[in-house]
C-alpha cells in the first residue's frame, strides 16, 4: 500500500478527525480558563491578600546588572497555572461525568428490534399458521 494511501486512510478515520476537533476546542477552553483564573478570580483573591497580584510575585535569585536581566522564581505564575489546571480538571470531570451518566441511560433503554425485523417475524408466523 503507498505511502500517500495509507496516510489519507489515516487522516480521514473519524477518530482522528474527533481528536483535532477536540484539541481544538480545549485549547480554546484553556485560554477561557485561563482569563478567568487571570480576570476574575485571582484579583479578588489577591485584594483579600493585601492587594498582591500573583503574577508579579517572584523571588529574585540575582539582581539585574547592566543589560543582564534579572534571574528570578516567579511562583506567582506557577500558583496563577495550578489554579488554571484545577479549574480546567473540574470542568473536564464534570463533562465527562455527564457523558457517562448520558451514556448509562442509553444502556438502560430497551433496544427494540428494527422495524424491519419485527415485519419478517410476523410474516413467518403468518406463513407458519398457513401450514
Known sequence: ????KEFKEFAVRGNVVDMAVGIIIGAAFGKIVSSFVGDVIMPPIGVLLGGVAFTNLALTIKAASGEI???????????QTIVDFIIIAFAIFIAVKAINSFKKKEEEAPKLPPAQEVLLTEIRDLLKERK
Open 1 to 4: 500500500m503507498g505511502m500517500m
Open 69 to 79: 536581566p534579572a534571574v528570578v522564581i516567579s511562583y506567582g505564575k506557577f500558583i
